[in-house]
């Protein structure tokens, strides 16, 4: 029956959230067979669900490490789909963009990158014909098909195109993360550590905006690693800008001289330190540097604040709030 169907794919998500992915596959393999015999029966009631199962199931093989099972799996899950929605856009073009996007992801898996491209390429514009017509329901899955572009480009060494990618799909999410962080914050901080990633590959400066609208979400501390770093961004900036009172500029000196005593954080200090000393070239402050994002979202947010006044205050009240101060009074400064 087809309720049998239903349980058994209801039963493969619970062992896999219980993390036995094993049982999940077994459970999901159950139901592709059933779903092929009811669609050879009946194709136009039940391919739909046979669709379904073998998306399911190129995810769960995925999982297990039975790539070229997985490849196959999601590949007739695509065909079933794609003439699904020749038949009825409406109704299984959302299906078919996801399909999509996941036979990119298989490929990529394999390494086919150059088809993997294809397929994550197809997934986006499917996805932005979706969203244009219904925002609200598919802003997120573009920006998670951008993302899944941005890998791809990434693994072909196309970091600038990769960079531009992860920033696309930050930008349509940060909406949707200010309304629901809870929901999206942590999809806008995927993208953005991506973002950042793949700037530093390319050898680009980051969108200094972009990266500030993100950190200033509604729970900003989503990435504790930075939040910590605040009070010791908002002294560099004060001692780079020539503001600093004589113990806070030693306090700098010496915070950045144990910082590089330990490897994780050697090398933003020594940018940091570049900053401090004058350096305000983007590229020379990250010469031969192994920056990661936490690092590069740092060392961006204090040159930005060198530079810019009104970056600065948002760098201060960004601190005020961690250390639960509250909004600074309107026209008020502080150094």
Known sequence: TPQRGRILLGLAKVRRDLGRPREALQATQQAVEHYRKLAQANPQAFLPDLATSLNNLGVMLSEVGRREEALAATKEAV????????????????????????????????GRREEALQATQQAVELYQKLAQANPQAFLPYLAMSLGAHGTVLRGLGRYAEAADAFAEGLRTILPLSRALPAAFGALAISLLQDYLRACQEAGQEPDGALLEETLQLPGASIMPALAALLPLLAAVVAAARGDAEPEVASGVKDALARMREEAHWRALAEALGR???GERDPAALRQGLALDEVDEAALSLAERAVRDEQILAQLLEMLRGLRGEGPAAHGASGT
Request: charged fraction near 20%; hydrophobic fraction near 45%; aromatic fraction near 2%.
């Open 79 to 110: 065909e079933i789909r794609r003439k699904l929605a020749q038949a009825n856009p409406q109704a299984f073009l959302p299906d078919l963009a996801g399909s999509i996007n996941n036979l990119g992801n298989r490929l990529s898996e394999l």
């Open 275 to 277: 900053l401090v000393a």
